[in-house]
C-alpha cells in the first residue's frame, strides 16, 4: 500500500554562521520533516544557480519537526586553493554569505532556500600558555584569545583537561572562563606528568594551549612589588608607634613632675600657717626646711636611678 505523505516544510534554521574550518551543528525545525527517508544539507559556493552544483554533507532527522545538519569547511565548498584562500580572506574581513538548500528524496522545492544564507567567519584564535604552563589557584580557569564566540557559544565550546573536563561558564570575544574539577586530572598521555589542556570547538577545531598544575599546598605567587610595599608599610607603622611611646613616656614624666611640685607647695603652705601658731617657730621651720631637703634630695636620687 503506498502511503502519501506531504512534502517537509522548513520553518527555521539557525545557526546560520560558521567558522571556516566548519563543523558546526546547525538546528533544522519544520513540519514533515520525517517523511523523507534521507536528508543532506547543500551549500553553494554561487547564488544556488541551476548548473551549481553544491557541496552536501549529511543530516539527522530526530523527529517531524527537528533535524540537524552539519557545516562543511569552505576549502571543501571551494576545491579549487585559489578560490578556497580567497573566501577565506573575505571571511576574516567580513562575514562570507553562501547560498544554502535541503536534498530530502526528490522534494525539489527545497533544493535551493532563498530566505537563508550561511554565513562564514574567520575560525577563533586561542593562545597558548605562558611557557606552556598554566597554575592554577581554584575559581575559574581563564583562557585568552580572539574572534571566540563569533561562530560558537559555551554550549558548543568543550574544555579537557588531561581525562577530565572543565564546565564551561561564559564565552567572549576574547576569554574563556571553566570551573574544573576539584582534583587535579590525571594525564592524558603517559609521556607527561600533567594534565593537557585541550578546547574542541564544533566538531572539528582542537586547540592545544599546555599543561596545568593544580596550586595543591595552598602556596601564594605574590610578585616581589606586593612584598615590597607590604614591608614599607610595615616599617612605616612600627616607626609611628615608636614615636607614639616616646611622646607619651615623656608626657607621663612632666605630668609626675608637676604633681610632686604641687604636692610639696601645698605641704609649704600647711607648715606655713601651722608654724605661725607655734611659740618654736624657729625650730618648727628648722624641721620644716629639713623635711623638704630630705624629700627633694629623694626625688633627686630617684631620677637618676638606671631605667
Request: net charge neutral.
Amino acid at each position: 500500500m503506498f502511503l502519501d505523505t506531504p512534502d517537509p516544510i522548513i520553518h527555521e534554521i539557525k545557526p546560520l554562521t560558521s567558522f571556516s574550518s566548519g563543523g558546526r551543528i546547525v538546528a533544522i525545525h519544520g513540519e514533515y520533516l520525517d517523511s523523507a527517508t534521507t536528508a543532506k544539507l547543500l551549500v553553494y559556493d554561487t547564488n544556488g544557480s541551476p548548473d551549481s552544483v553544491p557541496f552536501a554533507t549529511n543530516c539527522h532527522i530526530f523527529t517531524s519537526r527537528l533535524m540537524e545538519c552539519r557545516t562543511p569547511a569552505l576549502r571543501d565548498i571551494f576545491p579549487n586553493e585559489a578560490e578556497a584562500v580567497r573566501a577565506r580572506g573575505t571571511s576574516e574581513s567580513s562575514p562570507l554569505g553562501l547560498q544554502i538548500g535541503l536534498h530530502m528524496d526528490n522534494v525539489t522545492s527545497l533544493r535551493v532556500l532563498h530566505r537563508f544564507r550561511l554565513n562564514y567567519v574567520s575560525d577563533p584564535t586561542y593562545e597558548n600558555f605562558t611557557n606552556n604552563l598554566k597554575i592554577y589557584k581554584g575559581d575559574a580557569l581563564v583562557i585568552e584569545g580572539h574572534s571566540l564566540n563569533m561562530a560558537s557559544d559555551q554550549n558548543e565550546v568543550r574544555v579537557a583537561i588531561g581525562n577530565d573536563y572543565c564546565n564551561v561558564t561564559s564565552l567572549t570575544p576574547t576569554q574563556l572562563l571553566c570551573i574544573p574539577p576539584a582534583q587535579q586530572p590525571p594525564p592524558g598521555d603517559v609521556s607527561s606528568e600533567l594534565p593537557e589542556v585541550t578546547v574542541l570547538v564544533g566538531t572539528k577545531l582542537r586547540y592545544k594551549l599546555g599543561y596545568v598544575r593544580y596550586n595543591t599546598n595552598g602556596e601564594e605567587f605574590i610578585s616581589s612589588e606586593v612584598i615590597g610595599a607590604i614591608s614599607a608599610v610595615t616599617a612605616i607603622l612600627v616607626s609611628i608607634g615608636i614615636v607614639i611611646l616616646i611622646v607619651l613616656k615623656h608626657k607621663s614624666t612632666q605630668v609626675r613632675e608637676l604633681s610632686v611640685n604641687k604636692v610639696e607647695t601645698v605641704q609649704f603652705h600647711d607648715f606655713f600657717l601651722r608654724s605661725n601658731g607655734n611659740t618654736s617657730g624657729s625650730k618648727s621651720k628648722w624641721t620644716f626646711w629639713r623635711t623638704m631637703s630630705g624629700a627633694s634630695a629623694s626625688r633627686r636620687l630617684q631620677s637618676c636611678r638606671p631605667i
